[in-house]
């Protein structure tokens, strides 16, 4: 798991007298077998211009012998001059890149912590719900609740619509309570994005059972069955958490624009934004 130790590390380090290595590389078992990744890693490799080549040989080991083969991207650094090596496999993808530098090149791993970073899901049922907090792709805690059960009971009968209102309140009384229990869960965890999985029908029930704190953070939804797997839940809400954050940088840059333009408090090219800072 990564640690805000790590990530200082890997910001922090710096040297002015030896090159540094950065490597990205996507091991997603979806997409590449273990033969194209490391075809993709000589084809990045070849591109390193000016990297040391004790930095190269590092790279092309961990992948060799040291990686586990666990996850969908691979990060790595190297200053071997200066004994810096920093190697972190993730549960999310990430886009091959090589760059040497005197610093390890970070955006793309920033980027990732954006998009990423401590995304809630709730996956939702008329009996209630249940809460999962995904850190960059890996369940780190879960809980949920299960009210009392549910029965559709099939039309007709004199006594249906009775069986109907105490159903659609019992239903309306499991969501309210794990609505409460999702508002502790997702405020003891510092959760800033939530995802909400479930029918079209229950997830707008629940959701106008939020408070307007955990309103605010929702990015968005998608259908889920209630037998629904882990795994099919963290692949969509990953894949939904990429998009949302795709959308919202457009919009970043369309307000910008669309400030510039109107005379506002912004600026665009490179002149005037490096005089701006």
């Known amino acids: 798991m990564l640690t805000d130790y790590d990530v200082r590390q890997a910001v922090e380090f710096e040297s002015h007298d030896s090159p540094v290595l950065s490597v990205y590389l996507n091991v997603d078992p979806h997409r ?13 490799l070849d591109k390193a211009e000016g990297a040391h080549p004790e930095d190269v040989r590092r790279v092309q080991n961990y ?7 666990s996850g969908r991207g691979v990060i790595l650094f190297s200053c071997a001059a200066k004994d810096f090596w920093w190697a972190q496999s993730f549960a999310v993808p990430v886009e091959d890149f090589v760059f040497v530098s005197f610093r390890p090149y970070v955006r793309q791993l920033a980027r990732l912590l954006d998009t ?12 209630g719900a249940r809460l999962f907090l995904f850190n960059m792709g890996v369940l780190e805690a879960a809980d949920g609740y299960l009210g009392e ?5 099939r039309s007709g009968g004199w006594s249906n619509p009775r069986f109907q209102r105490h159903e659609a309140t019992q239903a309306r009384r499991n969501l309210q309570e794990a609505a409460e229990m999702a508002e502790e869960f997702y405020r003891q965890t510092n959760t800033r994005r939530l995802i909400l999985a479930g029918t079209e029908k229950n997830v707008a029930r629940f959701r ?6 955990l309103r605010s953070m929702v990015i968005g939804q998608f259908n889920a069955d209630a037998n629904a797997s882990l795994s099919d839940i963290r692949d969509k809400a990953l894949e939904l958490a990429a998009k949302a954050e ?3 940088a457009q919009a970043m840059a369309d307000r910008v624009l669309s400030t510039a333009q109107q005379g506002g408090n912004a600026v665009l090219g490179l002149v ?5 800072v």
């Open 272 to 276: 005037d934004t490096l005089t701006a």
């Open 63 to 69: 992948i060799e012998m040291g990686y586990n083969r």
């Open 208 to 213: 106008e059972l939020l408070s307007n704190r």
């Open 246 to 248: 795709e959308q919202e």
């Open 116 to 127: 990423y970073e401590r995304c809630g899901v709730v996956h939702v049922d008329q009996e």
């Open 149 to 153: 059960e549910v029965k559709l009971h």
């Open 32 to 44: 590449r077998t273990v033969e194209k990744y490391k075809l993709a890693l000589r084809n990045l």
